[in-house]
């Protein structure tokens, strides 16, 4: 069970949040063409590793957070609010 | 007549000989005492033969003292609490416990299956991948069903679980799991060090290997004692702790009523621990390990320790004349015990060519001991005889009587907790065994767990964990204790033995009767690496995982494949260390309580006024009102023909209803919706359509603009919770900047929808505060007003398409302002209408919902391109322009209805259209179906190719699963009052 | 090479099984091979196969970075169906069927394909519906499928919860032809099958580049050297974009974790596979007794095969729920397999930007099943350097043309198919 400890509330289960996926994919501007709103959508890293992700507090603050995960260990590295620029380390 | 307890000795062993417990097995009357297991007590009588082998069919007795036992596996109680496939060396007595004997017939004596023995040479491992293969049509008719019934282990209940259970959420600093010396030791360590405490320990005593060692037993009752006055200390025994997952969160088991013939009232039979752990002590002990040699499996042979634990701890004589074959020095303990209690030891044979003090020690006791040798074979059956036995390389086989042979081959650290860490075990030469490996969560492991054996060494090995473990957490203060007496001087090393190589079979997994052959079949074959052995003969894949001799298996194949046992390694361990039961997992949320139930503010009106309702998601909702409970179309005809002709009221409060404000609420709106808010007028209120971003329909409600800044929004009963959380999604990620506020108000509103002709007229009736004239109170129209007092706020929107106004009041006026509007309807034929009628009149009108949103449709798909605004951002604007998407062969919203008005030819929701009877080219599908009570047809909606185009055309709705084909006419989806006419009335 | 027969078994009885040989050979890799298939799971194995069967290319080489069927077809709860919606999927899940129907006898190894019917259980009229519309679209194609109403999956399952339940059965879809195979051993017949016909299994031969002239591939480097082959094709599941990446090529596949379970085994108590309707969760009861069972996706990118405990905790609820006689039995073991999920939860059996490189991934947790017609299709694609008609959809494209084939409408959110 994944123990997250939201900057808001403090560490807790799993079973308060929902996953909302990498969250390096950014959505582009109104202006942006088909291709800009395919990758923001469909185009995804995938890493074995580290991984930028989204997580939302949906039984806390309900805010979205940036998570920092290991993809085969699971491990936490940081916990983030949705604007803060995280640092993803190597894979 | 009850068994007499023939071999339970004069004095010794922990069990309450003032008390004496009844019990039947097989139907026949036993007795024992408290402290004793279902297999003690069975021993103390006498009793060999406890069960049957999996294939063979082969007697086979107790072999453990442990939750690691392969064999002595029964149906412990009957009826609906039947519990199949129970260890009964971990089944705790008590009194009138009932329990049987599983996997033969007729009896446990004479098992006709036992035949499967005499072929057993035609069946070895994997046979049944080789044959059955003919006729192909065998397989299901008749192979399979002969093998299903053949496999398998007890019985399961068939009547439902009288049992309840619970979970239990708990944090510590530091878990401690087993309670030998090494557990005891580190609990108080870092108790005394201020910690937060959970000692867990399956078994049902505290003590582990400190049971069998009466000169410990005040050191032991010191520990417990200091233990308890700790407060920040809570000691849980009869608590398997099952798996070690990631974030260092541990479940663990407590089997709170088990020992119990039923639970006390209001308690629960086990209860599951998920514990958050900063940092874990796995004293977790170590297991012995037997040797394969043949007949190994006999009743009669079991491990050294055991043998060694039912002498000691339970005060049995597990035979009259025993052997002991071992390859260590530990082993030896156990004979020095059976010897101690009278029992006659007829020989050590002993791998080792060496000779050490311990055999020095046997022979002073007098025992002799045969260096160099090894059991070649046991003698009998149900029972035995005697053995076999040579020296390790020769073939002159001599013989020995005897009745119990006591094995051991070493020690196993019990490392499975570890392992489910992904640590990587190490191999240590010395005691031929893996230890833990490096830790990769925060845990140590301490004591026979870690390698260290002797009960004081392992006291001490705990001690300096437990400190490790407080300290690393920043606890530092502790007093220290009294560490147990020094351990005699015992070397633990092993010499690596594994297989008596000789004419029988020689199992290395009991349970599921696989031998060194078949391990060794597996290898010819092909099946090299262990997990493919494993799979191939189903090596380590009984109901105790391997743990009792997991290990052989590896041995042998590593020996056929040349290679060393750590390069071999063993199957990856695995959550459960031992099985836990679904009952516990399930906890709580059993039956009728899985999910949580919502109900609407209006709820107990409907069910006092006769609501049959039904689940839809969590919600309970009213399908139809009937005193008499009749069932099909009449009822939900009735209410809908009363809002077609008079008025109607339905509870709409399962809506999702959003409170959204901020100067920048609109253009969020904006961007939310595929059509524009910010121009919406305050007081006014406005359809909206969302999409995802992938260009599909996401969901649809009715928008309100109550201020300048202020929007409320609904959304459907289904997507509620979705909706908040995709708009929080795309506020706080994407437009952080956006001046809003918005949460959910949907428990907050009692909602209901009034719809006929005669609503006005009804309404007119009860609110006060608000013109509800056409002039004054338009269609889309939004205001304040009261009813009964009440203050209600009123939306002229209607998804009926009748003239309709929804009415919304705080959650606790619900039931007044509902009732005062029914008061009001009377004069009018008001009746309370269900989701049925609701769904029936919402088809009629062309109104798209779940069958139509169900993820695959975009806006195009349903008709509404107008409201994609051509200028600006929104959702799912980009992406919904994807070529294929623009297709105008898509399937597209349409209307259907049966030509034939008869009723007779029914059309059925996920009917497919196509354009011949007979055709089986689909051109889409029928999404809603209803009976119409305004067209008296069968007619609904439909996603049609080039739908649109069709309009006119005769197609069929067929549907195959009944064989039924419907012509049909393709038409506009608003069936009812396209013009829309109705709702400005 | 031995042959399987009662007379061969009978035989080697006799004189204690000492006459059976590898079932598969144990090969160095060549310097090249005229295809390369990297990934010796199910798809892999039966992609060699088939193109050996079918298009007669034997000089083909699978590579697997440890050892064969160790990954998710030895890991699965052993479903095979094909009742899906979309002829896109339905065409081309009943031609695995029907392959898996003569896979035993094709094989010479017997898989314990076992028809005993899979049956989707439905609570709500809406849900009928929805069934229905699958069932209908089935039969349209010609796969059998029937509607069942409560009492007639009583009479069928009469174990389930019809009385106290919170989300009663009203009824269910069965396809009788669905079932379960014995999974392990379909990897292992499929070695052997595709060694006879002179494929090469190379185990412990970890891909570690591909190798690019332009914008083709030409082969591959592997911890035992270099290997040139002028087709590739990937198949290892939730490594898919790892190893694409590996030539430049980006999948649009996500690794999630799914967790399968089995209890101790018990005699039979239930005869079909049954998937609940108002929740996440299926089970069937092995031949050996052990009820298998599973749920969702744990739902969060993950490369872990380790089982997780919120998952577990929530599966059993639905288990026993569904199934009130799991109360009193005891679960024996979880553990987990790296999903390879779409956007659209539909696989990916295609051609790449790259020529040469194919890809056969994205099984979501439909992969089972689909093993012996994803290697028929796959072996195709490879062959002919075109897809199959079954396959044709199939694509990665699909994505940028909107042409997904979404079956739950789930949308493009990975963890939600």
């Not at chain 2, 006291?459 to 007496?485: C, I, Q, S, V």
């Not at chain 2, 290990?551 to 750590?566: M, S």
């Not at chain 3, 060699?48 to 440890?66: F, Q, S």
Request: glycine content about 10%; aromatic content about 8%.
């Amino acid at each position: 069970m994944l123990r997250i400890d939201c900057p808001w509330c403090g560490t807790r289960d799993e079973a308060e949040f929902k996953y909302g996926g990498d969250a390096t994919a950014k959505r582009p501007p109104a202006e942006g063409d088909g291709a800009a709103f395919y990758e923001f959508v469909y185009d995804r890293g995938n890493p074995k590793g580290w991984h930028q992700e989204w997580w939302h507090h949906v039984a806390g603050c309900r805010q979205w957070l940036k998570v920092v995960r290991h993809t085969v260990t699971h491990e936490i590295r940081s916990v983030a609010k949705a604007t803060d620029d995280v640092t993803v380390p190597p894979a | 007549m009850t068994q007499p307890q023939t071999h339970r000795l004069a004095y010794g062993g922990r069990i309450d000989r003032s008390r004496t417990l009844r019990f039947t097995f097989d139907g026949r009357a036993y007795e024992g005492h408290p402290g004793d297991t279902l297999a003690s007590a069975l021993m103390a009588s006498g009793e060999r033969l406890i069960g049957r082998s999996f294939k063979y069919h082969r007697p086979r007795g107790i072999v453990t003292a442990g939750p690691e036992e392969p064999c002595a596996l029964v149906e412990l109680r009957t009826g609906a609490c039947r519990e199949p496939n129970t260890r009964a060396t971990v089944a705790e007595l008590y009194d009138g416990l009932e329990a049987n004997s599983q996997n033969r017939w007729p009896s446990l004596a004479l098992d006709i299956s036992a035949i499967n023995q005499l072929v057993g040479r035609f069946l070895p491992a994997g046979f049944y991948y080789k044959t059955f293969m003919w006729p192909a049509s065998f397989w299901e008719k008749v192979y399979e069903p002969i093998i299903r019934r053949a496999a398998g282990l007890g019985r399961a209940a068939t009547a439902t679980d009288p049992d309840e259970y619970e979970s239990i959420q708990a944090h510590c600093d530091v878990l401690v799991v087993g309670s030998g010396a090494a557990g005891l030791a580190a609990a108080r360590a870092a108790g005394a060090a201020g910690a937060r405490v959970i000692l867990a320990d399956q078994d049902f005593e505290l003590g582990g290997g400190l049971l069998l060692e009466p000169e410990q037993e005040p050191w032991r009752q010191g520990m417990l004692a200091a233990l308890s006055g700790m407060p920040e200390v809570r000691l849980l025994p009869r608590t398997t702790v099952f798996g070690f997952y990631e974030h260092d969160v541990l479940g663990a088991v407590e089997r709170v009523s088990d020992h119990l013939p039923v639970p006390p009232e209001h308690g629960v039979r086990q209860r599951v621990w998920t514990i958050r752990a900063r940092q874990t002590v796995l004293a977790t002990g170590s297991t012995e390990r037997p040797i394969a040699f043949p007949n190994n499996d006999r009743p009669g042979v079991m491990l050294a320790s055991a043998a060694m634990t039912y002498v000691r701890r339970f005060g049995v004589r597990p035979g009259e004349r025993a052997v002991i074959f071992a390859n260590n020095d530990i082993a030896y303990n156990a004979a020095f015990a059976l010897h101690d209690a009278g029992i006659a030891v007829a020989a050590i044979v002993d791998v080792r060519k060496k000779d050490s003090k311990r055999a020095a020690a046997a022979a002073d006791r007098g025992i002799a001991v045969k260096l160099g040798s090894v059991i070649s074979d046991v003698k009998g059956s149900r029972d035995i005889h005697g053995i076999s036995f040579r020296s390790v390389n020769g073939t002159a086989e001599r013989v020995l009587d005897a009745d119990l042979v006591c094995v051991s081959g070493g020690w196993n650290p019990a490392v499975h907790l570890q392992s489910h860490t992904r640590a990587r075990l190490t191999w240590d030469n010395d005691l031929a065994a893996f230890l833990p490996g490096k830790p990769v969560q925060a845990e140590r492991s301490a004591g026979s767990a870690a390698g260290v054996f002797g009960i004081a060494r392992c006291a001490a090995d705990g001690a300096k964990a437990g400190l490790e473990a407080a300290a690393a957490l920043g606890f530092r203060d502790g007093a220290a204790f009294e560490l147990p007496m020094p351990d005699a001087e015992i070397d633990p090393k092993v010499k690596p033995f594994w297989e008596v190589k000789a004419k029988g079979k020689a199992f290395v997994d009991l349970q599921n009767d696989v031998t060194t052959d078949d391990i060794r079949l597996a290898h010819r074959e092909g099946y090299t690496h262990i997990e493919h052995a494993k799979r191939y003969t189903t090596h380590s894949m009984a109901t105790d995982q391997g743990r009792f001799s997991g290990i052989l298996g590896t041995a042998v194949l590593a020996e056929a494949r040349g290679e060393t046992i750590e390069k071999v390694g063993v199957p990856t361990f695995r959550p459960y260390v031992t099985p836990v039961t679904w009952g516990a997992m399930a906890g709580r949320h059993a039956g009728h309580h899985l999910q949580p139930v919502r109900r609407t503010p209006l709820h107990h009106w409907h069910v006092r006024n006769h609501g049959i309702f039904l689940e839809t998601g969590l919600w309970m909702r009213p399908l139809y009102y009937s005193a008499t409970r009749e069932t099909g179309w009449d009822p939900i005809l009735k209410e809908a023909r009363a809002v077609r002709q008079a008025v109607g009221i339905c509870d709409v409060s399962t809506l999702g209803k959003i409170d959204i404000q901020g100067r920048d609420a609109g253009m969020f709106m904006d961007r939310l919706y595929t059509n524009t808010f910010s121009t919406l007028a305050v007081g006014k209120a406005r359809y909206g359509l969302m999409l995802r971003e992938d260009g599909m329909v996401f969901d649809d409600g009715t928008t309100s603009r109550l201020s300048e800044n202020r929007y409320l929004m609904t959304t459907t009963t289904a997507k509620a919770a979705e909706v908040l959380a995709h708009m929080e999604f795309y506020h706080q990620t994407v437009w952080p900047d956006l001046d809003v506020r918005y949460c959910t108000v949907t428990d907050q509103w009692a909602q209901m929808s009034v719809a006929g002709p005669k609503t006005r007229l009804a309404l007119q009736g009860c609110v006060e505060g608000l013109d509800l004239s056409n002039e004054a109170f338009p269609f889309m129209g939004v205001g304040d007003a009261t009813i009964a007092g009440c203050p209600v706020r009123i939306y002229r929107v209607s998804f009926s398409g009748e003239m309709a106004y929804e009415v919304a009041t705080p959650a606790g006026y619900g039931e007044r302002v509902w009732e005062a509007i029914l008061e009001a309807g009377k004069p009018h034929g008001i009746l309370p209408y269900g989701l049925e009628a609701l769904g029936l009149l919402r088809i009629e009108k062309g109104h798209v919902a779940g069958p139509e949103l169900n993820g695959q449709t975009t806006a195009r798909d349903l008709g509404f391109d107008k409201m994609m605004k051509k200028k600006g951002d929104f959702i799912g604007r980009v992406n919904g322009e994807r070529p294929r998407l623009m297709d105008s062969d898509r399937p597209r919203l349409v209307g259907i209805r049966a030509v034939d008005p008869s009723f007779e030819k029914r059309l059925r929701g996920g009917a497919h259209i196509v354009d011949r009877p007979n055709s089986k080219a689909s051109l889409g599908w029928a999404t809603s179906i209803t009976r119409s009570v305004e067209l008296e047809r069968w007619l609904g909606l439909a996603m049609v190719r080039n739908g649109p185009d069709r309009i006119g055309q005769r197609l069929y709705a067929t549907y195959p699963l009944k064989n039924e084909v419907v012509e049909i006419e393709i038409c506009s989806p608003h069936h009812v009052d396209p013009e829309n006419l109705r709702v400005r009335a | 090479m031995s042959r399987y027969s009662v007379f061969r078994l009978f035989r080697e009885g006799l004189r204690n099984q000492t006459g059976w040989t590898r079932a598969w050979r144990d090969p160095d890799p060549k310097p090249a091979y005229d295809v390369i298939i990297i990934g010796g799971g199910g798809h892999g194995l039966a992609s060699a196969y088939y193109l050996a069967r079918e298009h007669g290319i034997t000089n083909v080489a699978v590579l697997e970075r440890g050892q064969i069927g160790l990954g998710n077809v030895g890991r699965n709860t052993t479903i095979v169906r094909s009742n899906y919606l979309f002829p896109e999927n339905n065409l081309f899940y009943e031609k695995s069927l029907q392959l898996w129907e003569g896979l035993e006898q094709d094989l010479n190894f017997n898989v314990m394909m076992s028809q005993r019917g899979v049956i989707n259980l439905y609570h709500s009229d809406s849900q009928r519906d929805a069934y229905a519309r699958r069932g209908n679209s089935m039969r349209l194609n010609g796969i059998d499928a029937e509607l069942l109403d409560r009492e007639q999956v009583r009479a069928l399952v009469p174990v389930l919860d019809f009385d106290n339940a919170r989300f009663p059965i009203q009824g269910g879809l069965i396809q009788r032809r669905g079932g379960t195979a014995r999974h392990d051993a379909v990897a292992w017949g499929l070695a052997r099958g595709a060694d006879r016909l002179g494929v090469d299994i190379i185990q412990n031969c970890e891909v570690t580049g591909i190798r690019r002239e332009g914008d083709r591939v030409v082969g591959v480097e592997t911890t035992r050297g270099y290997i040139a082959a002028p087709k590739i094709g990937i198949a290892v599941a939730g490594h898919t974009t790892q190893v694409a990446s590996m030539a430049g090529v980006r999948i649009p596949i996500e690794s999630h974790l799914l967790q399968a379970f089995v209890s101790e085994a018990v005699k039979p108590v239930l005869d079909h596979v049954v998937t609940f309707g108002a929740g996440h969760f299926y089970i069937s009861q092995s031949d050996k007794g052990g009820l298998v069972f599973g749920g969702g996706l744990d739902g969060y990118n993950s490369f872990a095969q380790r089982g997780t405990l919120p998952e577990a905790e929530h599966v059993i609820n639905e288990g026993v729920a569904l199934m009130p006689l799991l109360s009193r039995l005891r679960v024996l073991r979880q553990w987990a397999g790296v999903m390879d999920m779409t956007f659209d939860g539909t696989p990916l059996i295609c051609k790449t930007p790259v020529r040469g490189l194919y890809v056969n991934g994205g099984w979501c947790y439909g992969g089972f099943k689909a093993v012996p017609g994803s290697g028929w299709c796959f072996a195709h694609t490879v062959a002919k350097d075109e897809p199959h008609a079954l396959n044709a959809a199939m694509t990665i494209e699909r994505f940028r043309d909107g042409g997904m084939i979404d079956e739950k409408g789930a949308g493009p959110f990975p963890w939600l198919h």
